[in-house]
């Protein structure tokens, strides 16, 4: 698992998949196995991150589309839900 040394001081941490489009959230934590975290960073996905989440989030299916600057990627919700975030 990654995690920042001061990820847990906010009582709004939750995986990347609960949160609502049109919000912006930072990276606290990856919480997977070394393989997939070595994929998502080579993605960009890293602690301290901003992630925008552009479609999917909060309530809905399919995949989560989001951005990171000018970089757009699509998570499936079992990869986004092991994605940590404060809002």
Do not use: Y
């Not at 009582?11 to 489009?21: N, S, V, Y």
């Not at 049109?22 to 393989?35: C, H, R, S």
């Not at 989030?57 to 990171?68: E, F, R, T």
């Amino acid at each position: 698992m990654i995690t920042s040394t001061d990820s847990f001081k906010s009582t709004h941490i939750q995986d990347l998949a609960r949160i609502p489009a049109g919000e912006t959230a930072t990276i606290v934590a990856i919480n997977t196995e070394q393989e997939l975290q070595g994929r998502l960073m080579g993605m960009g996905l890293f602690v301290g991150t901003k992630v925008d989440i552009l479609r999917g989030g909060q309530g809905k299916s399919g995949p989560l589309l989001v951005g990171i600057g000018n970089t757009r990627l699509a998570l499936g919700r079992d990869v986004a839900s092991t994605i940590l975030v404060e809002e």
